[in-house]
């Protein structure tokens, strides 16, 4: 298990799935969360290949902060497909101020342990992250 700069531990699981996530398409995204308790972060959903952004996003809790990596398929210009994998570190408005600090400051560390991120979004209400966004960061 990795250790995070401040305290907070990475679950091998995490990087395992992102691994799976980025190699074979297993999902179509993850979403981390930090369990205070122990210390560590942890993979608390797996999105299937079918589901869609709208099902991520659906499942990104309203007043908590999560860390998430979602895989976008789009076709170039020139319609060619690709896909970019995107990290996004949700930190709502609503949460907790101790809950956004503990994720504020894990969140170098534990990007770092994701070998493969290729676009990062810090977002803390959902038009930040709207699929407008997604696909104007996309190209």
């Given at each position: 298990?990795a250790?995070a700069a401040?305290?907070m531990?990475v679950h091998?699981?995490?990087k ?5 996530l ?5 999902y179509r995204?993850?979403v981390?969360?930090?369990e ?5 972060v942890i993979v608390e ?5 079918a589901?869609n952004y709208?099902?991520?996003t659906?499942?990104l809790?309203?007043?908590e902060?999560?860390?998430a ?8 210009p020139?319609?060619v ?7 996004i ?11 956004k600090m503990?994720?504020a ?6 990007k770092?342990e994701?070998?493969g991120?290729?676009?990062?979004l810090?977002?803390?209400?959902p038009?930040?992250?709207g699929?407008?966004?997604i696909?104007?960061r996309?190209?």
């Open positions: 298990m250790n401040s305290g531990a091998d699981e995490c395992l799935k992102f691994l799976e980025k190699a074979k398409r297993t995204f993850i981390y969360k930090i205070e308790k122990q210390k560590q959903k797996l999105g299937e290949p589901e709208e099902d991520f659906k499942s809790p309203a007043d902060c999560r860390y990596v979602y895989d976008f398929e789009f076709l170039t020139e319609g497909p690709k896909s970019r994998i995107f990290f570190a949700w930190s709502p408005d609503t949460s907790r101020v101790r809950n503990i994720y400051s894990s969140k170098d560390r534990f770092r994701l070998d991120i290729q676009v990062e810090q977002a803390t209400d038009t930040e992250m699929l407008d966004v696909k104007s996309a190209n």
